[in-house]
């Protein structure tokens, strides 16, 4: 069963109604039937950063926010939460990190809980990223914790896949474990300023190599390996470039 969007709501939220794009969000992911969303062939990018708890991906998301702002670029963010005990305080980690941006108008940030859904987690985020498209942010952002099989799908409807590390953390391993290696078109080693960063870098730039003959790509791309540290701003310049050479390097191939 699924059932179209409400052709007055979607001409609101066109025209930057952001209550009533938060209100139609609910709706979708509460809705027990699917939601059709007209597609908007749009050059918006979709940039999905997923990776193990802890790692740093809201304070990441944060400072490319911070970057894009000043930029004068709007944003909206998706803070993808998968209900589960693990990740019971990421929503609120999420939002504490985001107050900075809570009273612009050209940030929306929005937390997304699974519960409910009947199609999965992806169908509703993928019909939420539609509708968010219709209301022309410049650039739009989801944060998922990589830690399931659901989150790995989410990561299925962005355009771009950064993947945060952080040193000490079974590294490498870990990642290939949660099918990490398989989704990312960038890696970001986070925390810098630790101790094993270099290293865990070169880790998972092995592994990469490793796991390249199973990676679905369908063109050449080999991700790069970043190292940063959000928390001080460090490495955003050279995050948002990759994300740019990934946008190039996929629209080359279309
Ligand atoms: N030393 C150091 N700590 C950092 C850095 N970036 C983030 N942190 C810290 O790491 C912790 C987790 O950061 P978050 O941004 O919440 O990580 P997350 O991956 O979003 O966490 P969850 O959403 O809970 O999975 C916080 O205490 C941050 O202050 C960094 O570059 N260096
Ligand atoms: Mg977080």
């Not at 990441?60 to 998968?82: E, G, I, M």
């Not at 050209?106 to 937390?111: E, H, L």
């Not at 997304?112 to 199609?119: N, V």
Request: hydrophobic share 40%.
């Amino acid at each position: 069963m699924s059932q179209k969007i409400d052709p007055e709501i979607l001409r609101e939220v066109q025209q930057g109604n952001r209550q009533i794009l938060a209100k139609a969000i609910t709706q979708i992911e509460n809705s027990n039937q699917k939601i059709e969303v007209p597609d908007l062939t749009s050059s918006i990018q979709v940039l999905g950063v997923t990776g193990a708890p802890g790692v740093g991906k809201s304070t990441t998301v944060n400072c490319l926010v911070k970057y894009l702002r000043q930029k004068n670029l709007s944003v909206a963010v998706l803070a993808v939460d998968p209900s589960s005990p693990i990740s019971g305080g990421a929503l609120l980690g999420d939002r504490i990190r985001l107050t900075e941006h809570f009273t612009d108008a050209k940030v929306f940030i929005r937390s997304l809980a699974t519960r409910g859904h009947l199609g999965g987690l992806s169908e509703s985020t993928e019909a939420i990223l539609k509708l968010i498209k219709h209301a022309a942010f410049d650039f739009i952002i989801v944060e998922t914790v990589g830690v399931g099989q659901s989150e790995v799908e989410v990561m299925g409807v962005v355009d771009t896949v950064c993947v945060v590390l952080a040193p000490g953390m079974g590294d490498g391993i870990q990642a290939a474990k949660a099918g990490l290696l398989e989704i990312g078109d960038i890696y970001l080693v986070n925390k810098s300023d630790r101790e094993g960063a270099e290293q865990t870098k070169v880790d998972i730039e092995k592994s990469i190599a490793m796991s390249a003959l199973i990676r679905n790509n369908s063109f050449s791309w080999t991700p790069p390996v970043l190292l940063g540290s959000m928390q001080q701003d460090l490495g955003v310049t050279d995050l948002i470039l990759q994300i740019e050479n990934h946008r190039k390097a996929r629209n080359l191939e279309k």
